[in-house]
């Protein structure tokens, strides 16, 4: 459906068995209108409006194997709720969370960002320094680069759409482009890579190429849905990278080098390194690629037979998402979603299409298309590809198989 | 600033004398980098990631004359923060918030949604119901009809922007497209108006006409800014109206019925209506008009001389932002400021500007148009036109003088 489009009665009609819906009439509108809640006086105002308490919505804490240390082979994540979030923007709250050595606790007014290396005028800034400058504000998706990795090695079909994409999420961010800093402190010409540098226990360093794309996009971002960040997600400062692997997105910045080659940290020596079917590992595979999900029905969910209404998110690192397509036969036959729009680029797109379930077993799966032509693959030819040695950047179509219960499944095909 | 634009660095280092960032050469980087704090191990996860303890923001709750209770003259407003937001999106907890008589208490499984009047089928919805219709996302600023209403009627030097302007926030909200509903219950070709009517004590109801647009863009919300709506944005249901008063988007919605005419409730009759110079009162005067305001520097800031960015927000009922400009010199000469891309239909736009501000007594002011060609107007010609009998949808350019200080104050030219 387009943002101003109409949708389907007649198909949502003619096959709504399942519909709560009645035809309300002469006494049945007077119960109803009986049916409110007593008229009393409400809450008084607050400060802040929290949730409803009959709204039960939270992330999954998922501990690495060794849970939070300094070793960089440890990692914990929290998996935004995909199956119970509406739209494209997450809850700032609910924005999936990984870190390699817990949370820092950063006084704003200690921390502060240094600048240097192949630069003619190294610098120090402060948190107010930043958000005194010129500033970009922009609404993308990050992703761990691991996102999806479950349905790359095992099949477990009690896994929901959380369990297997929760580690990407779209917030609106706020910052400095990586541009106007880089003019401040008189980049070296020759200076075709940069550092970045976290204040965490574990030190997380990227190298990254500044390529123009990158020069053009990424920013030093103080903000996030509209307020300063929250602690898990960088505070008070973290950069942004559009399109590129979330442990790029340094939090908790503390240091920006320029140099000309790649500083080989062990983060990507050691750690997020893609193994290949030949046994040679891949550096700086650093975009994340096409990729969407059916968020419902998905994984542990119960559909009955008549209309459903399939939707999901959709995203990709090369741009904005053109097309996505659904198969509810296993995919045998597609046919083309309705896209929320705008589709903003590299940023998660709703997408959404209506359906009749027959009460037969099938599978149902999702295959977004991007601007830039690219194609999300199934497994089959995703793994005939980069093999199964590697952990990063999955992001072959997701398969969710129905039973004639109704009962949705995760399974690899 | 366009989106991916390149601001303006050498405005910024010739002017700024007030910056902290420091020239860090040999042993001045050693101690910046010695200053990070202990590589201590850091906070676990969680379910939902809070704010920072050093981050203090909140809506200023203001109680109407006798607090909330269920007579219609009163209501209660928290105002949003606008001095202390970034991009364009509002924090949900902080979107502002008005009510007549507090907040409901509402048990999603118990609400009800009746929807008859002018119809073939009158329907009764569960919110579950709507939750598997088709559905639209979409990113609109509400704003309540008396937003800046302080400036109208009188001069108060030590108002902020969120006394001023802070009834008005944006959200991405989602749910069931309106032309939808009235597919599924048939509604009567002759149906022109549509009643909204809320569960709260006050029973807020308006009466709404069906125009092209309206049938185009209203919809049910169950959904904002990714999550299930906040009690005091209208869970489990609202109207949302992009571009229309505030108190037409009917927060705990219960009731939608059509007919032919509007039903004179209490609301557009004692309420929300216009009183003229002339005396005469308009009803249904329902568009939010063009606007903005600079959000910093603004009322009850110090600014030192130098480089200051001027910032703030821009928004129309009429559709996008196409131009902010802003003077800093009392309303004599104009400068285009640069926005922040893409500017959204019926959404609030980031714009800002370089300024070098040389010491002296001045008055910085903005002045919006939208793609319609709407110009938000003078406060003299705004008053000349509307007179000051009225109360609502107040919308003239904001001016805030600034001393030789540095000190940031409202006043009314």
Same mark, same amino acid.
């Given at each position: 459906?387009?943002?101003?489009?109409?949708?389907?009665?007649?198909?949502?009609? @003619?096959?709504?068995?399942?519909?709560?819906?009645?035809?309300?009439?002469?006494?049945?509108?007077?119960?109803?209108?009986?049916?409110?809640? @007593?008229?009393?006086?409400?809450?008084?105002?607050?400060?802040?409006?929290?949730?409803?308490?009959?709204?039960?919505?939270?992330?999954?804490?998922?501990?690495?194997?060794?849970?939070?240390?300094?070793?960089?082979?440890?990692?914990?994540?929290?998996?935004?709720?995909?199956?119970?979030?509406?739209?494209?923007?997450?809850?700032?709250?609910?924005?999936?969370?990984?870190?390699?050595?817990?949370?820092?606790?950063?006084?704003?007014?200690?921390?502060?960002?240094?600048?240097?290396?192949?630069?003619?005028?190294?610098?120090?800034?402060?948190? =107010?320094?930043?958000?005194?400058?010129?500033?970009?504000?922009?609404?993308?998706?990050?992703?761990?680069?691991?996102?999806?990795?479950?349905?790359?090695?095992?099949?477990?079909?009690?896994?929901?759409?959380?369990?297997?994409?929760?580690?990407?999420?779209?917030?609106?961010?706020?910052?400095?482009?990586?541009?106007?800093?880089?003019?401040?402190?008189?980049?070296?010409?020759?200076?075709?890579?940069?550092?970045?540098?976290?204040?965490?226990?574990?030190?997380?360093?990227?190298?990254?190429?500044?390529? =123009?794309?990158?020069?053009?996009?990424?920013?030093?971002?103080?903000?996030?849905?509209?307020?300063?960040?929250?602690?898990?997600?960088?505070?008070?400062?973290?950069?942004?990278?559009?399109?590129?692997?979330?442990?790029?997105?340094?939090?908790?910045?503390?240091?920006?080098?320029?140099?000309?080659?790649?500083?080989?940290?062990?983060?990507?020596?050691?750690?997020?390194?893609?193994?290949?079917?030949?046994?040679?590992?891949?550096?700086?595979?650093?975009?994340?690629?096409?990729?969407?999900?059916?968020?419902?029905?998905?994984?542990?969910?119960?559909?009955?037979?008549?209309?459903?209404?399939?939707?999901?998110?959709?995203?990709?690192?090369?741009?904005?998402?053109?097309?996505?397509?659904?198969?509810?036969?296993? @995919?045998?036959?597609?046919?083309?979603?309705?896209?929320?729009?705008?589709?903003?680029?590299?940023?998660?797109?709703?997408?959404?299409? =209506?359906?009749?379930? =027959?009460?037969?077993?099938?599978?149902?799966?999702?295959?977004?298309?991007?601007?830039?032509?690219?194609?999300?693959?199934?497994?089959?030819?995703?793994?005939?590809?980069?093999?199964?040695?590697?952990?990063?950047?999955?992001?072959?179509?997701?398969?969710?198989?129905?039973?004639?219960?109704?009962?949705?499944?995760?399974?690899?095909?």
């Amino acid at each position: 459906m387009s943002q101003h489009g109409r949708p389907s009665r007649r198909h949502f009609i @003619a096959t709504s068995t399942g519909l709560a819906a009645s035809v309300a009439a002469g006494q049945a509108i007077a119960d109803t209108l009986a049916d409110v809640p @007593a008229r009393a006086v409400g809450a008084d105002l607050s400060g802040h409006s929290e949730r409803s308490k009959y709204v039960k919505i939270g992330r999954i804490p998922e501990a690495g194997p060794g849970k939070r240390n300094v070793d960089p082979s440890d990692a914990i994540n929290s998996k935004a709720p995909l199956d119970k979030l509406v739209g494209s923007i997450t809850p700032t709250d609910l924005h999936y969370e990984r870190s390699h050595s817990g949370v820092p606790d950063l006084d704003p007014a200690k921390h502060r960002l240094l600048v240097h290396g192949m630069v003619r005028k190294p610098l120090v800034f402060n948190v =107010d320094d930043l958000k005194a400058m010129p500033s970009v504000s922009r609404t993308v998706f990050i992703e761990c680069t691991g996102n999806g990795w479950e349905n790359w090695h095992r099949a477990d079909e009690n896994l929901t759409v959380q369990n297997t994409h929760g580690l990407v999420s779209t917030n609106e961010w706020t910052g400095v482009p990586l541009r106007f800093l880089i003019d401040l402190v008189a980049k070296d010409r020759d200076s075709t890579w940069m550092l970045a540098e976290g204040s965490d226990a574990a030190g997380v360093a990227r190298s990254i190429p500044l390529t =123009d794309e990158i020069l053009n996009e990424a920013f030093v971002a103080y903000g996030q849905n509209g307020e300063p960040l929250r602690p898990a997600h960088g505070f008070p400062l973290r950069l942004v990278m559009p399109g590129f692997e979330g442990n790029l997105n340094i939090k908790w910045l503390r240091r920006l080098e320029f140099g000309d080659r790649p500083w080989m940290t062990r983060w990507e020596t050691a750690r997020y390194t893609q193994l290949q079917a030949n046994g040679k590992a891949i550096q700086f595979q650093l975009r994340m690629e096409t990729n969407s999900a059916i968020t419902s029905p998905s994984g542990t969910m119960t559909i009955k037979p008549g209309y459903n209404r399939i939707t999901g998110l959709a995203w990709s690192g090369h741009g904005k998402i053109a097309k996505v397509e659904i198969s509810t036969d296993g @995919a045998k036959s597609w046919k083309e979603a309705e896209l929320n729009l705008p589709a903003l680029p590299k940023a998660q797109t709703r997408f959404q299409m =209506d359906w009749t379930w =027959d009460g037969k077993p099938t599978k149902i799966v999702s295959r977004s298309t991007d601007d830039k032509g690219k194609v999300q693959p199934d497994r089959k030819s995703f793994i005939a590809e980069v093999g199964t040695n590697a952990l990063f950047h999955y992001h072959a179509q997701q398969t969710w198989s129905i039973d004639e219960t109704g009962k949705v499944r995760n399974v690899l095909d």
